[in-house]
């Protein structure tokens, strides 16, 4: 039996969670559903965006589904203190694009590796009286252990090269340690070729080259903004899902928020949030059901016979859903 934390959250959140466990409540596995409360409503219920039973169930059960909330302006970030707590080191965005969909470049398929600890987001920022300074931390630690990670992965679904994206000719110091990290772990990877680009060059080679890359491994600014660059090469927030991933913990979630815009309307696309439950019962090792529903979601957005607004179609988050539960039958 898996013991899985469920926090909604706010908005298209409390949609998009639903149509996950109807999915999950289709497919013969034994979960219990522990739900917990963050974001928004919680803050408005509780004064805290994320209350500490909340953060006890996510490190107690064996993987925590969170759907999106909606930030409280001065609070803290319920997502960034699940990330700390759980000491969730890598934040793992699969890249994809899918036929039948408005995929700005097809045929894309790397992934990106994120550290999600420390770097620039480590927020250690001081103010002086006409300067603000903030504090960069790379480890020798945590740049191997989601080097680690990338190689790892890379191993698993055959991919063959890792890539490190620093800045090692400006930032010696920092991203010389991540790199030179980087290489240290390659070499127990004979089979992968390892090779570095520099975040600028990065940049422009995900809108030129694309498809030469495999796995991409990065500190946690340059992950944050490579990962939302290349989401806008496959087009559209609604199929973009993403794990948080620790030794001990996972997290998934979609990559999108709780779009207050088309809330509450029951048309918000919940494939991403289904992909990210995909990644969930990978992390599970439940690799066969994990393969049978993402082939059914790229069969469903392949057919595009049901299409929910943000696709072009008209219909509805729960047909979109029965749609994949049918293709999951069909199996
Ligand atoms: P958003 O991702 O909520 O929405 C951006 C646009 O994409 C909107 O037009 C929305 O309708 C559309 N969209 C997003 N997900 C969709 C889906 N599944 N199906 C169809 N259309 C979809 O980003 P926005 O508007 O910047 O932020 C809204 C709130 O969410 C803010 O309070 C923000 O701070 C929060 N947020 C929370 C995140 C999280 O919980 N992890 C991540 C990003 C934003
Ligand atoms: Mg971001």
């Not at 409390?14 to 466990?21: F, L, P, R, S, W």
């Not at 080191?89 to 039948?100: D, E, I, Q, T």
């Not at 990065?202 to 660059?229: C, R």
């Amino acid at each position: 039996m898996y013991n899985i934390t469920t926090i909604a959250g706010d908005g298209i959140g409390k949609e998009v969670i639903n149509a996950g466990i109807a999915i999950l409540d289709h497919l013969d596995l034994n979960i219990n559903y522990i739900e917990a409360e963050a974001g928004l409503e919680t803050f408005e219920k509780t004064g805290t965006t994320i209350p500490e039973e909340t953060v006890k169930s996510a490190k107690k059960s064996d993987a925590t589904l969170f759907g999106a909330i909606t930030s409280v302006a001065g609070e803290k970030s319920p997502i960034l203190r699940l990330r700390k707590s759980l000491d969730l080191y890598c934040n793992l965005r699969p890249v994809k694009s899918f036929n039948g969909t408005k995929s700005i470049k097809p045929n894309i398929d790397f992934l990106i590796i994120r550290e999600n600890t420390e770097g620039l987001y480590c927020q250690v920022e001081s103010l002086y009286e006409n300067e603000a300074i903030a504090q960069r931390q790379i480890t020798r630690k945590a740049s191997e252990r989601i080097s680690k990670f990338g190689f790892e992965i890379a191993k698993k679904y055959n991919k063959k090269s890792v890539s490190c994206i620093h800045k090692a000719n400006v930032l010696k110091l920092t991203d010389g340690l991540f790199k030179e990290s980087f290489y240290k772990i390659a070499k127990n990877y004979p089979d992968i070729n390892a090779n570095d680009y520099y975040v600028d060059a990065m940049a422009m080679f995900l809108v030129t080259k694309p498809k030469e890359f495999d796995v991409i491994v990065t500190t946690n600014l340059f992950g944050d903004i490579l990962s939302d660059e290349a989401a806008g090469l496959v087009g559209g927030l609604g199929l973009l899902p993403s794990g948080n991933i620790g030794d001990k913990n996972g997290l998934f979630e979609p990559v999108h928020g709780s779009a207050p815009d088309i809330a509450g309307k029951n048309i918000s696309n919940p494939v991403a949030t289904i992909l990210s439950i995909a990644m969930m019962l990978d992390f599970l090792k439940e690799e066969y059901v994990a393969n049978k529903i993402q082939i059914a979601v790229e069969n469903v957005l392949k057919h595009g016979k049901i299409q929910t607004p943000d696709l072009g179609g008209t219909n509805k988050t729960n047909e979109m859903t029965t749609e994949i539960i049918k293709e999951l039958d069909n199996l």
